[in-house]
């Protein structure tokens, strides 16, 4: 028997995203409300009828929509930041650290991760876990999205041919709704310093974190660090790291070169004098960084093929 599947939001960017994957699958029946959606009633049935909710809603309808659920049976994913750092809940980043996936599968309340915190968690918690990085160093994130990462508003100034820039840098107040969700699941102690900007383009991303390899403790070597990530991600279905002899012979990296995918991919670029790197996430912001990242949760919820609906 199908399991059902009720997604609140489905009509947001990411909720069509999720509704794409799904609705093809045979395992998998899905609840729709159509224009009912506005109805307050319809929606409580829905979240209280299904076996899973994937909730793609702003933080504080997000939590309503949380409490309007009484049945205890009913699992949960939730896409906004509203309870990414909630203890309660369990992260939703399943290559993060060992047992993640284990704890996914077993949760009740699963917060999906922000796009750009999957790419900075994925280049930086291997390495502060290892003791490359200390969790007292002062960390710093650069990361341009396409703009679809900005939602309806955003992807509508962009399309709408009246001179969106070509670039643009935000977040300039160092306040963004990320931060404690980055410094939190890498293990940091300081609040990481993050720099968002947005480009052109609808969707793909890259998260960088330069350090200087000289300056750190152990003056780690490029091999050093390469290896670590490596080793974190050996075993990672979605997740994989360049060969060092590939990234050196790259002039450049397309953000969106894993469009349409739940991959993401993670390089180590160095200097000959081995003093600095340059770490670089590429994923698609509406995959590994949202909607692929909530459906391989789900699969794992419910105990199905961890790469259903992903290919």
Same mark, same amino acid.
């Given at each position: 028997?199908?399991?059902?599947?009720?997604?609140?939001?489905?009509?947001?960017?990411?909720?069509?995203?999720?509704?794409?994957?799904?609705?093809?699958?045979?395992?998998?029946?899905?609840?729709?409300?159509?224009?009912?959606?506005?109805?307050?009633?319809?929606? #409580?049935?829905?979240?209280?009828?299904?076996?899973?909710?994937?909730? !793609?809603?702003?933080?504080?309808?997000?939590?309503?929509?949380?409490? +309007?659920?009484?049945?205890? /049976?009913? #699992?949960?994913?939730?896409?906004?930041?509203?309870?990414?750092?909630?203890?309660?809940?369990?992260?939703?980043?399943?290559?993060?650290?060992?047992?993640?996936?284990?704890?996914?599968?077993?949760?009740?309340?699963?917060?999906?991760? $922000? !796009?750009?915190?999957?790419?900075?968690? $994925?280049?930086?918690?291997?390495?502060?876990?290892?003791?490359?990085?200390?969790? $007292?160093?002062?960390?710093?994130?650069?990361?341009?999205?396409?703009?679809?990462?900005?939602?309806?508003?955003?992807?509508?100034?962009?399309?709408?041919?009246? $001179?969106?820039?070509?670039?643009?840098?935000?977040?300039?107040?160092?306040?963004?709704?990320?931060?404690?969700?980055?410094?939190?699941?890498?293990?940091?102690?300081?609040?990481?310093?993050?720099?968002?900007?947005?480009?052109?383009?609808?969707?793909? +991303?890259?998260?960088?974190?330069?350090?200087?390899?000289?300056?750190?403790?152990?003056?780690?070597?490029?091999?050093?660090?390469?290896?670590?990530?490596?080793?974190?991600?050996?075993? /990672?279905?979605?997740?994989?790291?360049?060969?060092?002899?590939?990234?050196?012979? +790259?002039?450049?990296?397309?953000?969106?070169?894993?469009?349409?995918?739940? #991959?993401? #991919?993670?390089?180590?670029?160095?200097?000959?004098?081995?003093?600095?790197?340059?770490?670089? /996430?590429?994923?698609?912001?509406?995959?590994?960084?949202?909607?692929?990242?909530?459906?391989?949760?789900?699969?794992?919820?419910?105990?199905?093929?961890?790469?259903?609906?992903?290919?």
């Amino acid at each position: 028997m199908p399991h059902s599947i009720f997604i609140d939001g489905e009509a947001g960017t990411t909720g069509l995203e999720i509704r794409e994957r799904l609705e093809r699958r045979s395992d998998l029946e899905l609840i729709l409300l159509g224009d009912r959606r506005r109805d307050v009633e319809a929606r #409580r049935e829905a979240l209280n009828s299904a076996d899973a909710v994937v909730l !793609c809603l702003p933080d504080d309808a997000a939590r309503e929509a949380v409490a +309007m659920i009484d049945s205890p /049976a009913v #699992r949960v994913i939730d896409a906004s930041t509203a309870f990414r750092v909630d203890p309660a809940w369990t992260y939703g980043f399943p290559e993060m650290a060992p047992g993640q996936r284990e704890r996914i599968a077993t949760a009740t309340r699963v917060s999906n991760p $922000g !796009c750009y915190p999957t790419g900075f968690i $994925g280049l930086v918690r291997p390495l502060v876990s290892a003791g490359i990085i200390p969790a $007292g160093w002062p960390v710093t994130v650069d990361a341009v999205s396409g703009y679809s990462g900005g939602g309806k508003t955003m992807i509508a100034e962009f399309e709408s041919g009246e $001179g969106a820039p070509p670039y643009r840098a935000y977040g300039l107040s160092l306040k963004h709704k990320h931060v404690p969700e980055m410094t939190r699941h890498t293990g940091l102690e300081r609040p990481v310093l993050f720099a968002p900007a947005v480009g052109a383009y609808r969707q793909g +991303m890259l998260v960088e974190v330069p350090l200087h390899l000289a300056a750190l403790p152990a003056s780690p070597s490029v091999e050093v660090v390469h290896g670590a990530l490596v080793e974190a991600y050996a075993d /990672a279905r979605f997740v994989e790291v360049a060969a060092l002899e590939e990234t050196e012979a +790259m002039s450049g990296i397309d953000p969106e070169g894993l469009n349409s995918t739940n #991959r993401m #991919r993670l390089h180590v670029f160095g200097d000959r004098d081995g003093e600095q790197a340059r770490l670089v /996430a590429l994923l698609d912001n509406l995959g590994k960084g949202a909607s692929g990242a909530a459906v391989q949760n789900l699969n794992l919820m419910l105990g199905l093929d961890e790469g259903a609906g992903l290919a």
